[in-house]
């Protein structure tokens, strides 16, 4: 079977060579480089615009921002046919394809986060490495200690003044890496929005889409992530108090609803934008009804009508908005409207790429996807349902090992 | 009121604001840029299909998957052939049987997961065969989107892929409009159609050239104007394929009907 | 600049420059934006020479002629004198050193190819002689009946027993 072939079904006429080539992982790629560009673009709100009450989830969702990062390529890495060759988009870039923006956006953007994040944890590594140095003992506390000494990059001084300035570089490479953000999940729009080839990607609207949906999505999973992750830490506390034969005294708190709250109307803004310049270029389609309206009609109406309709529109738009949008916000419904709108955003890459392929070029025949379940050789363990979860599953096991080396509750300052 | 100094300054200021559009105008003079690029190359290949002369025997792709080591029974092939088939009530059936390496030996239609069409001999308004293949575009978007230059165009116009540099995007194949280019099953990188570049260096023509016995494929040079492929394409009224994509092909069709997708 | 703030900016020219010796040793030299420019010429050069080193499988009728002379006397003055020899036996390679014999096909769907009948007047298919291959001796070699070097010599035809 040739690359494509084992998940692809034709119907009517489809060229020979035709096959859905961008599968499941290029949906991942849009779907992870929108989480870190929105994740970074709610820790930048606080950094940049004060916004006071989003404190305790900006440190939160840097720390989340890089963690998803290097999951951020993990999906382009399972789907290229030569993964082993994947330098040479940085060492030989072609700067008239969209994907060769990928290799300096990418280093930069990292550059950025993981500057702004040792500013933020500077003082904290300061403070580890000199309490290893005189509390620790053991081969991991000796580890440790040279871990931390090693991440201080020689930089010891945690006075006022120091601090002062770490916090202003913070603000700036908070406010420089907001552009840089954009453009990260920009460029991926730019992908399919420039493939004049692809009747249902060419549109200039494409980019903005997408940057929208990103914003939504990374707010949506701070959110979500946020309140599972104090609820979590609430357990592990109760649980280590009742080891050590203790009652809780004081109930710990849970996740703030008010900043919750807060967090939540800036997605709702961010929302109404995608939802809108979606409905706008299907109306504009449908008004304009050029060659391709009439196979594009089939597919966005007819055959995918429950992906887009019911899921991403229904689901994913209209019921977080409602639940979001309700008086008096309780976590569970906070909780439930973020799911609802991570699976929107989810559904809406997976219409735009499996979508874009569900027709022919021909315009004379169709193309089915079906998701491989239970893999059945390399090819369908990469590009299926295994490496999907894989990939997304990936952040929170990072997340887990950075946040013992940069916590983002209880930090110990110097 | 202003001043002389104030007055040539502002002068000249204007004056230099209107003189940059217009000598951008003169750089990107269209006349000029296009007698620089012809005078530069003696070759430029390009190919005629005539539709009328197809039979859909199949040898041309046979011949290419053998020339070029495509795995026989892969379903890939760097060249197909359409047969469109138009009944009496309006309705076009398109089909391409395993990229017609085989011909075509049935009056049934294949479409695929909807089945095999019977269509009588009655039912027949006009049937035809197109020979498809990279069009070698002047314009290629699939070179424009390959992000490290794994693909490119040799100065006499062929679009080549480096099997030793792509990565397996697969953005140059979603580029195409033409649906020519797939992934070697073999080889895993991008391939298409390259005029058979190993033959054309020896002087031969391509193998699908060779192949087809009522010269329904036919290869020259559109910079000699003595070459009777290039008399055809300037004098007779011929057609390309998807024109409205601004990718310029070189792959020129007598008989090209609207039908033809 | 004595201040901390600019470590890691330090950090990444440090990267950066790593990186691009790293490049100097994995990019070939012949690498760059050749006579098609930047937008369509970005290669390495000497793939098109690897190109263009690729041997020949088909090397057209003109070398089985002088070989195989009776064979060509037969079918150049026939319908089939068109048909290129490689289409039916194969292509040549390097015979008669490799392959030392080319195949003689003789299954039904060589022929076919042609000679399954479909009426489509505006192509030389229609105008072709041709059966239905359901209902034609669909169990006989079509070789049984019919020389393929000459289809229209009748002292070659033979009848087949029924």
Redesign the interface.
């Known amino acids: 079977m040739v690359h494509g072939e084992v998940w692809t079904l034709k119907e009517f006429f489809v060229y020979p060579n035709e096959y859905i080539y961008w599968a499941i992982q290029i949906v991942m790629y849009p779907f992870m480089t929108g989480l870190v560009a929105g994740a970074f673009v709610l820790s930048s709100l606080y950094h940049v615009f004060g916004v006071k009450q989003l404190k305790e989830i900006a440190r939160f969702s840097l720390v989340f921002s890089f963690a998803l990062l290097p999951c951020a390529p993990l999906p382009l890495l399972l789907h290229l046919e030569q993964p082993l060759r994947n330098t040479y988009v940085l060492m030989t870039p072609h700067f008239t394809s969209a994907i060769a923006a990928f290799g300096i956006v990418f280093m930069t953007y990292g550059m950025i986060v993981a500057s702004e994040l040792w500013f933020v944890y500077r003082g904290h590594f300061v403070a580890r490495a000199i309490e290893l140095k005189e509390k620790g003992s053991g081969t991991v506390d000796y580890l440790a200690c040279g871990l931390f000494t090693l991440l201080t990059l020689g930089a010891w001084d945690v006075s006022e003044e120091a601090l002062h300035s770490d916090e202003k570089a913070v603000k700036f490479l908070a406010a420089a890496g907001i552009p840089v953000a954009c453009f990260l999940h920009g460029y991926a729009g730019f992908i399919f929005g420039s493939v004049k080839a692809n009747a249902l990607w060419m549109t200039p609207l494409m980019p903005v889409i997408f940057i929208c949906s990103a914003i939504v999505s990374g707010i949506a999973l701070c959110i979500l992530s946020y309140i599972v992750v104090v609820k979590l830490r609430n357990h592990m506390h109760v649980r280590l108090l009742k080891k050590a034969g203790l009652q809780a005294s004081e109930k710990l708190q849970g996740a703030d609803i008010a900043i919750v709250t807060i967090t939540a109307r800036y997605l709702l803004i961010f929302l109404v934008l995608a939802i809108s310049l979606e409905l706008l270029d299907l109306i504009f389609r449908g008004y304009t009804a050029v060659k391709s309206w009439e196979i594009l009609r089939r597919v966005i109406y007819e055959r995918d009508f429950v992906k887009i309709f019911v899921l991403q529109y229904g689901l994913g738009n209209l019921v977080p908005f409602i639940l979001l949008l309700l008086p008096r916000p309780t976590l569970r419904r906070v909780v439930i409207g973020t799911v609802l709108v991570l699976v929107g955003v989810f559904m809406m890459r997976w219409n735009v790429v499996i979508g874009g392929q569900a027709f022919s070029g021909s315009f004379a025949g169709f193309m089915e996807y079906r998701l491989p379940i239970i893999p059945e050789s390399l090819e369908t363990l990469k590009e299926g349902l295994f490496g999907a979860l894989f990939v997304a599953g990936m952040p929170y096991i990072l997340f887990f090992i950075f946040s013992r080396v940069m916590p983002v509750f209880d930090v110990k300052e110097a | 009121m202003m001043n002389r100094r104030q007055f040539c300054k502002e002068a000249m200021l204007i004056a230099g604001g209107i003189a940059l559009p217009l000598a951008a105008l003169e750089l990107f003079d269209p006349t000029r840029l296009l007698a620089e690029k012809e005078s530069?190359e003696k070759l430029r290949w390009v190919f005629l299909v005539d539709?009328?002369?197809?039979?859909?025997?199949?040898?041309c792709v046979?011949?290419c998957k053998?020339?070029n080591d495509i795995p026989y029974d892969?379903?890939?092939?760097r060249t197909?052939v359409?047969r469109y088939i138009i009944t009496k009530n309006g309705k076009?059936?398109?089909?391409?049987p395993?990229?017609a390496r085989?011909?075509?030996?049935?009056?049934k239609s294949d479409?695929?997961?909807?089945g095999m069409v019977e269509i009588k001999?009655e039912e027949?308004e006009?049937?035809?065969?197109v020979p498809k293949l990279c069009n070698q575009c002047d314009?290629?978007?699939c070179?424009?989107?390959?992000?490290?230059?794994?693909?490119?165009?040799?100065?006499d116009g062929v679009v080549?892929v480096?099997r030793?540099?792509?990565?397996?995007?697969?953005?140059c194949?979603?580029?195409?409009?033409?649906?020519?280019?797939?992934?070697h099953?073999v080889y895993?990188?991008a391939e298409k159609c390259?005029f058979c570049?190993?033959?054309l260096?020896?002087g031969?023509k391509s193998?699908c050239v060779?192949?087809c016995?009522?010269g329904a494929r036919r290869i020259g040079n559109l910079r000699d104007p003595e070459d009777p492929v290039t008399k055809i394409i300037t004098t007779e009224r011929v057609n390309v394929l998807k024109e409205q994509?601004?990718t310029n092909p070189q792959v020129f069709y007598v008989g090209l009907t609207m039908e033809v997708? | 600049m004595k201040n901390h703030i600019w470590r890691p900016l330090y950090l990444a020219i440090a990267a950066v420059l790593i990186g691009l010796i790293v490049r100097s040793f994995i990019v070939p030299s012949d690498f760059g934006a050749h006579e098609r420019g930047y937008m369509y010429g970005w290669h390495r050069k000497s793939n098109e020479l690897e190109w263009a080193a690729i041997p020949v499988k088909y090397r057209t009728a003109k070398v089985c002629i002088d070989c195989h002379r009776d064979k060509y006397d037969d079918i150049k003055d026939s319908p089939h004198g068109i048909i290129s020899c490689e289409n039916c036996h194969g292509p040549n390679y390097d015979h008669p050193k490799n392959p030392k014999v080319l195949e003689v096909n003789r299954s039904r769907s060589l022929c076919l190819r042609c000679h399954a009948k479909l009426p489509y007047k505006d192509t030389l298919r229609g105008a072709m002689k041709g059966v239905n291959p359901e209902s034609h001796y669909p169990q006989a070699e079509c070789m049984m009946c019919h020389y393929p070097h000459n289809p229209k010599l009748a002292s070659h035809r033979k009848e087949v027993k029924r």
């Open positions: 530069g539709t009328h002369k197809c039979v859909g025997c199949g040898f046979k011949a053998i020339e892969a379903h890939v092939s197909w359409e076009t059936y398109i089909d391409s395993n990229a085989d011909g075509f030996t049935t009056s479409q695929n997961l909807a001999d027949l006009k049937a035809f065969f314009h290629p978007p070179v424009q989107v390959c992000p490290v230059g794994a693909t490119y165009q040799t100065a080549l480096d030793k540099w792509c990565i397996g995007c697969g953005y194949i979603m580029g195409c409009p033409y649906g020519v280019r797939f992934f099953p895993h990188v390259n570049y190993h033959r260096a020896k031969m193998a060779d192949a016995p009522f994509y601004g997708k």
